[in-house]
């Protein structure tokens, strides 16, 4: 069966606390692996699709990395304005939907 | 560009009434898909289009559910008989063809069931 979990459920870092977001997955035949940002009362936001295995993506002080049965996003040095629910998700089986985790809600604190 | 838009932003309802809830994806998307987010549930698919088909609905929780997509672009998903385990944000989010595309979100309708 196809599965996200996301650890931790939460994290409070203070600013400048570089962190990581875990995404385990189990998935037949991985069509990317996807992260989202969402702020609250708003829609998913798009950040990273990674391919395969190895592949690292940056934006700004987010880098998400991934191997064959996990996915990491990585906050360098994050400021208040990252506070947020970030989202991880792989393709079903059948290429037709995503499958998302329950989110980790970073707060951070200046 | 524009980006996915959705309507009404929130909706109260009365238990038993009928609800539609509609998606105006990006132009040009040809994939729509319809998702569900409850308080603790996490985001739960329901439905994908193709072009006008519906290739999955396997993620639509009853009957009393069903959506419908016209001329490749606006989607409308209904509710009959609401129930008040129907409360919850509704997302749309559209993407290009092609099995890695990223979907794209829309800020969601926030419906509430009396």
């Known amino acids: 069966e196809d599965q996200v979990t996301q650890s931790p459920e939460a994290l409070r870092l203070q600013e400048g606390e570089s962190s990581s977001l875990n995404c385990s997955y189990t998935v037949s035949g991985l069509r990317g692996l996807f992260w989202y940002r969402q702020d609250p009362g708003k829609g998913p936001e798009f950040l990273f699709t990674l391919y395969s295995a190895g592949e690292e993506k940056e934006k700004e002080r987010l880098k998400a990395t991934l191997t064959k049965k996990e996915s990491f996003l990585h906050i360098t040095a994050p400021k208040p304005e990252d506070s947020a629910t970030y989202l991880c998700?792989?393709?079903?089986?059948?290429?037709?939907?995503?499958?998302f985790g329950k989110g980790t809600t970073l707060s951070v604190s200046s | 560009g524009a980006g996915v838009s959705q309507s009404p932003s929130n909706k109260v309802t009365e238990k038993g009434k009928d609800v539609e809830l509609r998606c105006d994806p990006i132009?040009?998307?040809?994939?729509l898909y319809w998702y569900r987010q409850s308080l603790g549930q996490g985001l739960e698919f329901l439905i994908y289009?193709?072009?006008?088909?519906?290739?999955?609905k396997s993620g639509l929780p009853s009957d009393r559910f069903s959506a419908e997509r016209t001329g490749g672009s606006v989607s409308t998903l209904t509710i009959q008989r609401t129930q008040q385990e129907d409360s919850a944000v509704y997302l749309c989010?559209?993407?290009?063809?092609?099995?890695?595309?990223?979907?794209?979100f829309g800020p969601g309708t926030r419906l509430t069931v009396l």
């Open positions: 132009s040009g998307h040809t994939a």
């Open positions: 998700a792989v393709k079903n089986q059948a290429g037709t939907a995503l499958i």
């Open positions: 989010a559209s993407s290009s063809a092609g099995d890695y595309n990223e979907q794209f």
């Open positions: 289009f193709q072009g006008n088909s519906a290739p999955d």
